[in-house]
């Protein structure tokens, strides 16, 4: 599985993020509190559907927001998915 793109809203700190992946390693690099550890946690949900911090999923949706999402767009195997 390649990830390709990352669209993040709400989701723990982070408010509104897009990425795109490009071939090779990926490097994170950020101040402390600056979401770093919330876009791995995003693509670890998205992986499982559950969260590594937390059981209740109210805890991964933004302070004083009411929805979030996370999406995904990769390929396996040459195939696309979202």
Known sequence: MRLQKLSIQNFRNLEAVSLEFRDGPQLLIGR???G???LL???YFLATATSHRTRLTRELIRNRTETAFVRAEYTTEGEAHT
Do not use: D, I
Request: charged share 20%; hydrophobic share 20%; net charge neutral.
């Open 32 to 34: 402390n509190a600056q």
């Open 36 to 38: 770093k550890t919330s």
């Open 41 to 43: 946690e995003s693509v």
